[in-house]
């Protein structure tokens, strides 16, 4: 299996990127086909220590599923929260869409 840092920068691309291209005004059987998603996933992340902290993230923070935004900005803070465990710089929220979806803007 791959380390804990290889899979979880694949896992982040896959992670932002599915936000980046979530509709900005999601039915709701993709709401909740989302919020399924992001449950069965945090059961089956093989890095188990990983998976552990991230179920208890959502039991205190519920995934936003309402729109693109809502859901990108839910994103970045769960993965801010885990920058904060490992002692990484906090990546500014309002600029998610920049990172992974339109290209950076300067
Ligand atoms: P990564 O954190 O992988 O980030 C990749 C890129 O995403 C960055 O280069 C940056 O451009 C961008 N980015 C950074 N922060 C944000 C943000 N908040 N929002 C949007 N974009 C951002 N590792 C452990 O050692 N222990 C753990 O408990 C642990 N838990 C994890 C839980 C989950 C759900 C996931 C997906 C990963 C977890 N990891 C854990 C792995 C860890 O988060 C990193 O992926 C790994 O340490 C590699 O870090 P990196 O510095 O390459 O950048």
Do not use: M
Not at 5 to 30: C, D, F, M, N, V
Not at 32 to 40: A, E, G, N, T, Y
Not at 79 to 87: A, C, F, Y
């Amino acid at each position: 299996p791959p380390d804990v840092e290889t899979l979880g920068r694949g896992t982040w691309t896959l992670l932002h990127s599915i936000a980046a291209t979530y509709p900005e005004a999601p039915s709701k059987s993709q709401q909740s086909d989302l919020l399924s998603f992001v449950k069965l996933f945090s059961r089956l992340y093989p890095c188990w220590v990983c998976a552990e902290d991230f179920q208890s993230y959502l039991g205190r923070e519920v995934p936003r599923v309402q729109s693109r935004d809502e859901f990108g900005n839910w994103l970045c803070g769960a993965h801010n929260e885990v920058n904060r465990k490992l002692g990484k710089p906090q990546f500014d929220c309002s600029r998610w869409q920049e990172r992974w979806r339109t290209g950076w803007r300067d």
